[in-house]
């Protein structure tokens, strides 16, 4: 507490002072100054090795193309399997069916989700799966196990009826799903996925355009929320804390 | 294996965009990345590889068996110099007697490689016919005389994988860079624990069972849903995919590295689709192929040891040369009607073995993995007449089943050349099969590194009784396409006759000329280490230890970087 208190109090003149030693510094890592007449020009994923080859990607007014500087970023952090069931509960809520699916696919992979046990949370971690499990990494990233286990998870929650009116009813307040989906209501669906942010009208649209399919092939209005909601969960990105 | 969204793809889709930050000024992304944490180094020098790193299996023997009987060959370039000899390190019989005899096989360049007398044996090839084992050096490195520089079972176990402990692990550096769906993969109780990702990639852990291959695929079988929704959903899967794609240039505005998180995405899902066919078949088919290899090898004849007569009053020490490991911890031995060799019964085994290569082959068939470490289990189910008291001679079971461990602290000579032979031609059968799927049946043998390794080698004892841990004395043995030809490096020195304990030639390290610029230091973890990883592709987690050879790419063979293995007095 006394460390946030400082913190509080610092002047604005010190806080900028402190940014351009942090910003000084990075910039003597990375090699990127101004007097060497270079400057960053691509953020390439160290998750990604596709990218190797491909990273002159260069402003159209860049100074200088010769001298480029790739700066790269280790692949994106992605959350635990504690952190992925806890938004699979926020949004689908906590039925016994939902539960369990989450159960089976996403808590008891604790090596493939990552997130290991520890003594004080011994309901999550089943005691079958091995030493590993306490070895689990608190970093996970992506790689198609779980990805494999987490659409099947999006797919096996959304195909429930009774969590496709959860969400729509606890989360939208609308009563039914036989109520068209709108675009303030995929807004907020949005919403709860990635929460606090904005989708762009590009995103709504495409939603609306998946409610729109459905319809046109005579699916009932409860299939246009179900993959409405389906394709929110599949998209990898929400798993970022 | 098809990525959808790929990050060229990505790139020129969102290229456009006002909101992508790539048009940004640079030094706003800079802070962005800082502030985000996303911003982890600065450097080219962890970017992945753009070539993968090569497949890696690492078979473990849980244990530490004695390696004299197989891949540590005492005199392997100068066979005229005779063993300084302890009484334990024997590997046939003749005459009655238990002997140490070396075989030498003709090199392809000329002159000839001694190996021990194993490797006069044939090995069962699948379905029908037998190879010469020799066949196995073709493409076999063997590193002897390494350093472990403290002893325990566990610590040196898990440094066989992470010799570091303060880096990743060697599979776990294989599957950072991997671009396989299930980059690493462990059926080991104990290596798992020793796996670490620098990029968080998790392990896969199984066990080596139809059961557990059909576990670690259940990532990619969708369950039985029932009524129509998968229909439904293919039937959507055009606005589906177009509202994940609106999604990702979203996700990618905000951090351009989620353009990984759809990729593997699309993996699976592409994985789900295709399915994984009939995984418990296929499974069936690999297991039941390397159960015959074993079944076979107990058939058939082990040179020195089933074609030999033996018996227990023809032995010099009965009570010692046929101690056994029991529960009784060595207070028996073995008392065999007939010849000693009759233990081998007809249900004799190797545990795990059939199933850990099956499950092997599987994932490297299907192209699914390219890090796995598997555990080889102990010789099982002997047959023994009777056990009896070594106090008192009296009999304390009558025909019985017995295994015979791996740390063999209390197994007497005898037995132990006879378990030994037979586990290792069952492992070497394994392995050669394991090889020509690699080579014969995928063409990727020069993209793949088999290692074979424990925590230690062994040290005999004096009185026959049983071998201890040889912590100062491992053996590990490599193969690979790329590695050129049999070679054995590493130096060895015996211990003085006047050791009452552990006297004579047993692979104990000696000093190494040439050797990361040092003069006359023994080879260590790291030199091992550094070794896998030149083969392996990935960044060593000792740069100052040299490897023992260097591989070109160019050409696709290696060259050794020290002498070859020879014997030193010192």
Redesign the interface.
Known sequence: MKKLSSVSVLSAPILALTLTV??TL??V????TKTANR????????????????TQ?L?ENHPNPNEN??????????GTREYVASVFENVFGESAEVSAIIDILVVK?I????GSCDNYNTSKCPLT????RF???E??????????????AC??IT?LDSAISYVVGEHLDIPSVSTEPSEVAVRKLYSIFYPGQD??S??V???L??A???KQ?S?PTK?SWR??I???C????W??P | MS?KI???KA?TLIGGSA?FP??AN??E???R??VN????????E?????IEPRNYIFICMPGAPPRWHFDLAMRPYSAGTALVRNMHVNNRFKNGQLVYENHPVNLPGGGSLNMPHIWQNDIPRPGAGTAPMSQLLENMLIVRGLNMQVDGHGPNRLKMIRPNPGANSLDGMVAD?S?K???AVSTS?VL??A???G???????LGANRNGIIEAMS??R??D???D??N??D??E???N??????????MSG???????????S???Q??RDGVGNVGGEYDTYVAKYRDLITRVRNGTLKGVTNEAITNANLSNQKNQCRLTDPDAGANYLDQDGNLHSIISTETSVSGLAENFAVTEYLIRRGYSSALTLDVGIPTKFRASRIKKRSDDSVKSSDVNFNYTTDEHAGGSAVSVIAWNFYFTCLAACIREMIDVLDTDLGIFNESLIQLGSEFSRIPRNDQLGSDHGWMANVTSMWSGVISEPKVLGNIRPEPVSNTQRQGDWGKNAPVAELDGLDERELQMGNLASTVTEILRVESPFSNNQPVISVDESTSSTSQRIEDGRERNS
């Open positions: 942090i910003l990075a910039s890592l990375t090699g990127c400057s960053i020009t691509s953020i390439r994923s160290l998750a990604d090795d596709s990218s190797n080859g491909q990607i402003p500087i790739v700066v790269e970023v280790n692949g994106t952090r992605i992979n090596t493939i989700f990552g799966t091995g030493r590993a070895d689990a990494s970093t996970p990233a992506a790689y198609p196990p779980r990805e494999g286990l987490r659409v099947r797919e096996e195909n989708p762009s590009e995103v649209d495409s939603l355009a998946i729109t399919d459905a092939r699916y299939d993959f409405i389906l394709t929110l599949l998209s990898p990105d798993q970022v | 990525k790929s990050r060229r790139l909101a790539l048009a640079p030094v992304m800079l802070i990345g800082l944490g996303v911003l982890q180094k600065a450097s080219a962890n970017a992945p590889n753009s860079l671009s769906p299930i980059p109780g798992q624990t796996y670490a990702s990029r968080g990639i998790g392990q896969v852990v990532p990619f969708r369950a849903y029932g009524g929704f998968l439904r959903r039937a959507m055009l606005s589906v177009e509202g994940l794609r609106r999604l990702g240039i979203i996700a951090n351009p590295a989620a353009d990984g998180l759809f990729e593997m995405r993996s699976a899902e994985l789900l």
